[in-house]
């Protein structure tokens, strides 16, 4: 999930300093496997500061990407292939652009992937941060645009598509800044393959919605549940921030519970970052002062069948000021990762995240990553990922201490070796074999089609 959600925040000036992965503890477990970086890297492309994982799957948002023009931004997909370190286990497999693509759309500040479907959030996208979100299908010719996605309730400034994430047949997508309850008050979009295309299912909007709450600025969605962070909350002081649960009831969406912190203090900006599996959520709160200011922290919640409840507070065994712990978080079964990008062990912003596992009663760090190459102002941990076993973790200034682009990014791979993921899917307009006629004109070859194993359109898009 998203550390930041304006890429403004992302700027700095980079140092050259050299150190190692740090595992505190399960030391072997959480080995560094690899470092991805875009085939075509330049300088400002924030390569990770957005960045999904599915197996062997990685998808990483680079939405600072110079294309005809200015940041219209880029996402790039890798997969595993099964050999080991130092082998390149995780080649490139494709940079997708959207086909509208514009100056500033910022495609790639928010990304999601599951199996060979992705999605691709460009909240500056049309009409002053109008926003739009994109849906990719990878097949065995490659991947291809399939959807674009727009709120029925299209506006200027709603930044739809700041926060994204696939799961099943759904879609979620955050627009923070919806005016519905209010100036920036926000609202979350449901979408839902219907067999032919993706259609808006509902428009989430908490029932005490208010100016500047940023309710969507992040998002996630597990089964019948979402959860949706709106870290401008008040309610327990000026930007204290919330969380809400929504329910899919089978008849609709509907708000379930508003979470908070039980210690929750202005400024805290509890929902910063949200993650869900099953009936754990992890909610991180990057500018909780418990510890020393801004260190921040990250809060778990279990569903216990009838109301969700705070279990727990996660805290690093090395807090820091203003490393903003929980700026970035992700739960997948019985493991968390929690990002603070700027944590500074060697130098101002250089980074690290944390991982945490449920031993029964309570969940505990068990191990504290670091980049082999790390130095400051990289930003390691401003965005996390976590696939059983396996971490990622963007590091969008990363430039190899000064000595490549500035501010070109990268992205982490640590933890065990996933399984290969499958062969992608054949595309589903390839014809049946008796309909093929090789027509010859000139030195051109065409292959006609008279007949398409389904309605879509010639080069099999839904859009």
């Known amino acids: 999930m998203l550390c930041n959600n304006r890429l403004a925040a992302v700027l700095a000036v980079a140092f050259a300093m050299v150190c190692s992965l740090t595992a505190v503890a399960s030391a072997g477990d959480w080995d560094e496997l690899a470092k991805l970086i875009a085939s075509d890297r330049a300088a400002s492309d924030w390569f990770g500061t957005s960045l999904a994982l599915d197996g062997g799957l990685v998808i990483v948002g680079a939405p600072g990407v110079d294309l005809d023009t200015t940041q219209e931004g880029a996402a790039y997909v890798y997969?595993?292939?099964?050999?080991?370190?130092?082998?390149?286990?995780?080649?490139?497999?494709?940079?997708?652009?959207?086909?509208?693509?514009?100056?500033?759309?910022?495609?790639?500040?928010?990304?999601?992937?599951?199996?060979?479907?992705?999605?691709?959030?460009?909240?500056?996208?049309?009409?002053?941060?109008?926003?739009?979100?994109?849906?990719?299908?990878g097949t065995t010719l490659g991947w291809s645009q399939s959807a674009k996605l727009a709120p029925g309730d299209f506006s200027n400034q709603k930044l739809f598509g700041s926060s994204v994430?696939?799961?099943?047949?759904?879609?979620?997508?955050?627009?923070?800044?919806?005016?519905?309850?209010?100036p920036a008050a926000g609202a979350a979009y449901i979408f839902q393959d219907s067999g032919t295309?993706?259609?808006?299912?509902?428009?989430?909007?908490?029932?005490?919605?208010?100016?500047?709450?940023?309710?969507?600025?992040?998002?996630?969605?597990?089964?019948?549940?979402?959860?949706?962070?709106?870290?401008?909350?008040?309610?327990?002081?000026?930007?204290?921030?919330?969380?809400?649960?929504?329910?899919?009831?089978?008849?609709?969406?509907?708000?379930?519970?508003?979470?908070?912190?039980?210690?929750?203090?202005?400024?805290?900006?509890?929902?910063?970052?949200?993650?869900?599996?099953?009936?754990?959520?992890?909610?991180?709160?990057?500018?909780?002062?418990?510890?020393?200011?801004?260190?921040g922290s990250a809060y778990r919640f279990v569903f216990g069948g009838s109301a969700w409840t705070e279990e727990q507070k996660l805290l690093p065994g090395d807090p820091g000021n203003k490393d903003y712990f929980g700026c970035s978080v992700a739960v997948d079964g019985e493991l968390a990762h929690v990002g603070a990008y700027s944590n500074n062990d060697v130098g101002n912003d250089s980074g690290a995240s944390y991982i945490f596992e449920d031993e029964g009663a309570t969940w505990k760090e068990i191990a504290k990553l670091r980049a082999s190459d790390e130095h400051m102002y990289d930003r390691f941990g401003i965005a996390v990922a976590l696939s059983g076993q396996t971490a990622a973790i963007g590091a969008n200034q990363q430039d190899d201490q000064g000595a490549g682009p500035q501010h070109a990014g990268a992205v982490y791979i640590v933890g065990q070796l996933p399984d290969p993921p499958p062969d992608p899917p054949p595309p589903p307009w390839i014809p049946?074999?008796?309909t093929l006629s090789l027509i010859a004109l000139g030195g051109l070859c065409l292959l006609g089609v008279r007949k398409w194993r389904k309605n879509l359109t010639a080069v099999g898009r839904r859009e």
């Open 79 to 137: 997969r595993y292939n099964g050999l080991a370190p130092p082998a390149d286990a995780w080649p490139q497999q494709a940079k997708l652009i959207a086909n509208d693509h514009d100056t500033e759309d910022h495609f790639g500040s928010a990304v999601s992937i599951e199996g060979y479907t992705a999605v691709i959030g460009a909240p500056s996208h049309q009409n002053i941060d109008a926003g739009k979100a994109y849906v990719f299908q």
């Open 165 to 182: 994430q696939i799961k099943g047949d759904k879609i979620i997508v955050g627009a923070p800044g919806d005016k519905a309850n209010g």
């Open 197 to 295: 295309g993706w259609v808006q299912v509902a428009k989430l909007l908490p029932g005490d919605g208010a100016t500047d709450d940023h309710f969507g600025s992040s998002v996630s969605i597990s089964g019948a549940f979402a959860i949706i962070g709106a870290h401008g909350d008040d309610d327990n002081g000026t930007d204290s921030g919330s969380a809400y649960i929504f329910q899919d009831t089978g008849s609709g969406w509907t708000q379930f519970a508003k979470l908070t912190a039980s210690d929750g203090a202005a400024g805290d900006g509890f929902g910063y970052s949200v993650s869900i599996d099953g009936n754990t959520a992890i909610i991180g709160a990057n500018r909780d002062d418990t510890t020393t200011a801004d260190a």
């Open 432 to 434: 049946e074999p008796s």
